[in-house]
């Protein structure tokens, strides 16, 4: 467990990569708030995120998630799962690095296409999609969340457990991250 607060761990990564899960398991490893952008957007529209999209378009949208994750700064001692429906933002990229440490949770296309089809909701991925297409994105966004990542973790070499022990390692290794 950390000694006393710390920076916020930022979890980043494509939609269906395992931020949330990663996220709970994380916080309560290192006895940190656990934040969920999305949960969170939803909470504050009233609306699932694919109705918030719908219904007023990828500007507020973005708009949203940027003043959600706004509110985090200044906040410490903090595991924040991001959206991972879009793109990041330039914004966004810049407002991940004051928050802390940055982490970029991958996996390949046909783990995110096996998670994706479990979940219903889920945003920007038609129910025909295919590998290649889960790939197609992933590549387009792989450079962003490179720029901004501090450690990467790969979720198809390792377990829920395993990555969660990799990071809190990392934390306590480099505590001003």
Same mark, same amino acid.
């Given at each position: 467990?950390? /000694? *006393?607060?710390? @920076? ?6 494509? =939609? ?13 490893? =290192? +006895? ?5 952008? +999305? ?13 918030? !999209?719908?219904? !007023?378009? @990828?500007?507020?949208?973005?708009? /949203? %998630? ?8 200044? *906040? ?33 296309? /046909?783990?995110?296409?096996?998670? =994706? ?9 038609? *129910?025909?999609?295919?590998? /290649? ?6 590549? %387009?966004? #792989? ?14 070499? !390792?377990?829920?457990?395993? #990555?969660?022990? *990799? ?5 306590? @290794?480099?505590?001003?991250?």
């Amino acid at each position: 467990m950390a /000694e *006393k607060p710390g @920076k916020n761990i930022v979890l980043s990564g494509m =939609m269906g990569v395992g931020k949330t899960a990663v996220g709970r398991l994380l916080a309560e490893e =290192m +006895d940190y708030a656990f934040i969920d952008l +999305d949960a969170e957007l939803e909470e504050v529209c009233g609306l699932k995120l694919s109705e918030i !999209y719908r219904r !007023y378009g @990828k500007i507020r949208f973005c708009a /949203e %998630e940027d003043l959600l994750l706004s509110k985090q700064l200044g *906040k410490t001692a903090s595991v924040i799962a991001t959206g991972g429906a879009l793109a990041p933002a330039e914004r966004a990229l810049k407002l991940w690095r004051e928050l802390g440490l940055v982490v970029w949770l991958q996996a390949g296309p /046909e783990t995110i296409l096996r998670r =994706m089809r479990r979940k219903q909701n889920r945003l920007f991925l038609p *129910k025909q999609a295919t590998v /290649e297409d889960v790939r197609r994105i992933l590549d %387009e966004r #792989a450079p962003l969340y490179r720029q901004a990542a501090d450690l990467t973790v790969d979720l198809d070499e !390792y377990t829920l457990e395993q #990555a969660v022990c *990799k990071i809190a390692a990392f934390c306590r @290794k480099n505590p001003g991250f």
